[in-house]
């Protein structure tokens, strides 16, 4: 089924003309390892190159793209990719510890990698990318993907862990109102030195990076609906020291002041 909402994270949505995102629910089956798949167009035919960047979310992708399919750590800085003429790229993402079991290593091996899909999953991938994105229709191309990733994963049941990591990955990113990795343990329930090495080992980066990137990620979608903010009791919603603070993080992040990206 294709999801309504759009892609949180990317940066500047609305002022790309000839490029769509869509993104579907996984079957059910897989949802316990991924948390949608995401399609992406453009037609930039007669226009300039478009840099599109995102501010990367603690999750793996798969993604099925020319010249061949790869496999995408967390990045930890901005994403960014350059698309020209006409295409189209398939992704997978998954939930934030889900690609563990995938692995079978520590998800941290991947931060700020892309790795050629198949030293991971063998040549049966390349074949699987070529039918995913000469399908004529999104929904095909989700069926085909899904037919493949289900032959690639593990026969095993979940590990308990993925669902752990999830729901407090989900947590800090639902509602970005914890900022210390203490208080974070605390709600939880989980030790600070064991909620380090379950998001070393599953999420592939730090809790305090989530912490901080779902801060970002508030700031960018508010501004995102233009200007009239108020900025310094956003700062004090999201625990920033004052506006200030919460001016210097968003500009180191994204390159650009909250409110002149708001204005934009």
């Known amino acids: 089924m294709r999801l309504p909402h759009r892609p949180r994270g990317v940066l500047r949505t609305d002022a790309a003309p000839g490029h769509r995102v869509s993104l579907y629910e996984p079957a059910a089956d897989l949802a316990p390892f991924v948390e949608h798949h995401w399609i992406v167009h453009w037609d930039l035919r007669g226009r300039a190159p478009l840099r599109q960047k995102v501010l990367s979310h603690p999750n793996v992708h798969v993604v099925f793209e020319r010249p061949f399919p790869a496999v995408y750590g967390v990045v930890r800085d901005i994403f960014e990719r350059e698309l020209s003429g006409v295409g189209h790229v398939f ?4 939930r934030a510890g889900g ?3 995938v692995l079978g290593a520590p998800v941290a091996t991947l931060t700020d ?3 050629p899909a198949v030293d991971l999953f063998g040549p049966a991938v390349v074949a699987a990318g070529e039918r995913v994105l000469g399908a004529a229709a999104e929904p095909e191309r989700v069926a085909l993907a899904e037919t493949w990733l289900r032959a690639a994963l593990p026969g095993a049941e979940p590990d308990p862990a993925v669902a752990e990591t999830a729901a407090i990955v989900a947590r800090i990113t639902t509602a970005p109102n914890l900022f210390r990795v203490d208080d974070l343990a605390e709600e939880v329930g989980v030790p600070v030195r064991r ?3 379950l998001f070393a080992e599953y ?3 730090g809790p305090k990076w989530v912490l901080r990137r779902a801060r970002l990620q508030e700031v960018a979608e508010r501004a995102e609906h233009g200007a009239g903010i108020d900025w310094a009791a956003l700062a004090a919603d999201l625990g920033y020291a004052d506006q200030a603070h919460l001016t210097r993080d968003f500009t180191a992040a994204v390159g650009t002041a909250p409110g002149r990206y708001a204005r934009a």
């Open 195 to 197: 909620l380090q090495r």
């Open 91 to 94: 992704g997978i993402k998954f």
């Open 99 to 101: 690609f563990r079991p």
């Open 203 to 205: 999420v592939g980066v």
């Open 113 to 115: 990698r892309v790795v």
